[in-house]
């Protein structure tokens, strides 16, 4: 916070003095895997768009502008909120045998790492996302994906995962694995993902 | 200390029939994954310690303490975290799981945020709005931090 102040304090002195209103700040971050996104910064007086990793802009009263910071002084700002991130949701895919009630066996050993991921984490909750391939209408696909996904629910019970961390989805046809021609059968697309929190 | 703290989430759980923490409400939108120090949710009038595993409500505030901070996850893998002497209240929050359409603000009121937006800013880039004293932050993705200055 100090690393900030002083900046401000400096670049302030450099652009011949201002009254400081407090600034309130934003900063970019690059994501995860490299990319960045897009944040539009408005206020009454003005508005700026940040597009590029460690992009800021401060806001007041007075309007919106551009601000440079370093990493380092986002450290000093942003570290407590940073340490406590929590960690990043992880998806695994579940196939059924084709026809039948059972798991595959490569989704057996998936459902053994999502349950391993499970005990690594503080108060871990679950969403069951059931998805369908493109055949048929969204209303039926809608409810087909929830009841694939309610099934994976009632077996990841069974196997002692407490049934009030875990949430369903039926996400229809909306999101397929596969992107093939509408009507054409896919059993790659026919899966169920487990999100863990 | 110990005894206080004690009495107060005592005193919490009593005042909600045991309802608040780690059983799941169909109104519960996200839970914390890391309460480290003092850290509240503010409810309805009514300050409740938070820990790992506490839900959170739609309009409630969160607090952290000069030794808080907080990381939540919410059901839309939204990720939000505060450092110390922060309060942020979530607005609105609405989350339709079959087509991701939702609705998400949050106020920072005071102290420092960091985000990781999802699935909600996914769908619809105008959905989730993030707000300082001085403005609003719309959020088209995905990682970003806010800092709201007394």
């Known amino acids: ?197 | 200390m110990l005894a206080l703290r004690s009495l107060a989430v005592y005193t919490a759980l009593f005042s909600f029939a045991g309802i608040l923490p780690l059983v799941a409400q169909a109104n519960d939108i996200a839970q914390f994954k890391v309460a480290k120090g003092s850290v509240y949710v503010e409810r309805g009038g009514q300050r409740i310690a938070a820990r790992v595993g506490t839900a959170l409500q739609p309009t409630d505030a969160v607090i952290t303490g000069a030794d808080g901070s907080a990381g939540i996850a919410f059901i839309d893998n939204s990720l939000l975290s505060l450092g110390p002497n922060s309060v942020l209240a979530i607005e609105r929050y609405a989350f339709n799981s079959t087509t991701h359409e939702g609705a998400f603000d949050a106020m920072l009121r005071k102290g420092t945020l960091s985000v990781v937006s999802g699935k909600i800013a996914k769908q619809s880039p105008d959905a989730m709005k993030v707000k300082t004293p001085s403005s609003i932050l719309g959020v088209r993705g995905t990682e970003f931090l806010v800092q709201t200055r007394d």
């Open chain 1, 1 to 197: 916070m100090r690393g900030y102040c002083a900046a401000l304090a400096v670049a302030a002195s450099i652009l011949g003095g201002c009254a400081a209103p407090s600034r309130d700040l934003v900063v970019l971050l690059p994501d995860k895997d490299g990319k960045v996104g897009t944040v539009l910064v408005q206020n009454p007086k003005g508005s700026t768009e940040l597009n590029s990793a460690y992009a800021a802009a401060s806001s007041a009263p007075d309007g919106v502008r551009r601000e440079t910071v370093s990493k380092s002084e986002v450290g000093n700002v942003f570290g407590g909120a940073l340490a406590a991130q929590p960690p990043r949701p992880i998806s695994f895919v579940i196939y059924f045998e084709s026809g039948t009630d059972e798991f595959t066996e490569r989704s057996k050993q998936e459902v053994k790492r999502l349950l391993a991921e499970m005990a690594r984490r503080q108060a871990p909750d679950i969403t069951v996302i059931g998805h369908t391939d493109l055949v048929g209408s969204d209303p039926s696909n809608d409810a087909l994906s929830l009841q694939r996904a309610e099934r994976v629910k009632a077996i990841l019970v069974s196997m002692g995962v407490p049934a009030e961390r875990v949430s369903t989805a039926g996400r229809g046809r909306r999101e397929p694995l596969v992107k093939i021609g509408d009507g054409v059968p896919e059993a790659r697309n026919r899966r169920v993902e487990i999100s863990v929190r």
